[in-house]
């Protein structure tokens, strides 16, 4: 059942597949008590976070109710889990894709909706505009059809908010304002989504 494998970072490594997080997955949590990532959740794989118990990296806050069970023993399946270790969070924000649309919070720097984005250079390469967080934007494909190589200035175009370099916290933030489809209820005292509470 538990078995090493090559793993990058275990610390570091979270479920990305949908499909994955309907099977017991176990929120990680710092050894701060704060998640890792906002988003994506920091959530093992329950193989993973059991893994993590016997090896004595993390301590467990709680579980689920379903057991599995080894030749020699049974254990509950945890829910919530804390690095015996403190991560240090990462300064620099890689320049990819999904990060930017996570700081442009999925919606198009134009005209704001948030079906089919793309994205944009700002001033276009061909007027020697370069692929940097400051000239690039997430747009939709009407508008960035609608740009296409012009300077925003001619393209009848405006910016809604003027594109940045974003911090590790910046995306963090953000990421707290897009809370998984699912979150198990022994989550909820370790999270604090950006959702507006009920009366």
Not at 55 to 66: F, N, S
């Amino acid at each position: 059942m538990l078995q090493d494998g090559a793993h990058q970072d275990f610390r570091t490594e979270f479920v990305r597949d949908p499909a994955a997080i309907r099977h017991y997955p176990a929120l990680v949590l710092n050894a701060d008590f704060r998640p890792l990532s906002y988003f994506p959740l920091s959530l093992w794989p329950w193989q993973e976070a059991i893994k993590a118990v016997f090896l004595d990296r993390v301590t467990i806050l709680a579980e689920y109710d379903r057991v599995v069970r080894s030749q020699r023993m049974a254990i509950r399946i945890p829910s919530v889990v804390v690095l015996k270790d403190y991560v240090k969070p990462k300064k620099r924000v890689a320049f990819t894709r999904f990060n930017l649309f996570l700081r442009d919070e999925f919606s198009c720097q134009y005209c704001g909706s948030k079906g089919d984005l793309t994205f944009d250079h700002v001033l276009p390469r061909s007027l020697g505009g370069v692929t940097s967080w400051e000239n690039v934007v997430a747009a939709c494909s009407p508008c960035n059809l609608r740009k296409a190589n012009k300077p925003l200035e001619r393209s009848g175009l405006t910016l809604r908010r003027k594109p940045y370099r974003p911090t590790a916290e910046d995306l963090q933030r953000i990421g707290r304002r897009f809370p998984p489809n699912h979150l198990h209820e022994s989550w909820t005292d370790f999270l604090y989504w950006d959702a507006e509470l009920e009366a």
